[in-house]
């Protein structure tokens, strides 16, 4: 009877021209983009990038992309935290139904989100009459940008801690509950405490949507320059006005915080590896 071949043991020829397909595949649609944002933004010079990212306009925008993002995770972490404890502690009928609305994001388009806003808080919406009567501004405002984004980021943070507490299932809070603990101090000094790396992670994955976030927040925003763009938006302004130097320095620096972004989440792999199970 022969012996079942173990996939590291594949001839070096395959092994070659598998790494170099990844390999060209990773440079030709990851780091020749990276590095072509950041040629065409110092192209002028170091001093226009710098320029063009300091002007008014892009100032706005930096703060209104960091502004959605303050708001955004926090509320994402409170959700996630509530669903992923529910989902993966209780059982209930529509439990099947609540993960299926989570994922949701993940399958419909952003612009259709920011479109179901739109038809629910534009001024022909169904609560535009009243928004106008009262003076509220939603859409074309910043609560129509926070609402759109809060819409396509709210799976990460909970899509992360879901398996991780299925995983742990309710012994250790059992013992916790039996010995006198309250219900938030078990979630303290024993839930939380499980979950952290994973929740850092989601934390992560959902700051890091956030502000790069452009459809959803396109159809919201109404493209009020220094009011109500985004870095993405402002982005695409500066590129439709023919103002590349601009465009590529907001974009060099929202590249810079992705980076950020996955080097804090490599470090993360590498202090807890095995705090996160495979990913639903």
Known sequence: MSRMRHPTEDPVWAKVVILTLVGLFLVSVLILPLITVFFEATRKGLPAALEAIQNEDARASIKLTLITAAITVPFNVAFGLCASWAIAKYEFPLKPFLITLIDLPFSVSPVVAGLIYVLVFGAQGWFGPWLLDHDIKIIFAVPGIVLATIFVTFPFVARELIPLMQEQ??????????MGASGLRTFWSVTAPNVRWGLLYGVLLCNARAMGEFGAVSVVSGHIRGLTNTMPLHVEILYNEYDF????????????????????????????????????
């Open 245 to 280: 130097v601009g465009a590529f320095a907001v974009a060099a620096l929202l590249c810079l915080l992705a980076i950020v972004t996955l080097v804090l989440k490599a470090l993360l792999e590498l202090v807890q590896p095995q705090s996160r199970p495979g990913r639903h």
């Open 169 to 178: 299932g309710v012994d250790e809070e059992e013992a916790a509950v039996s």
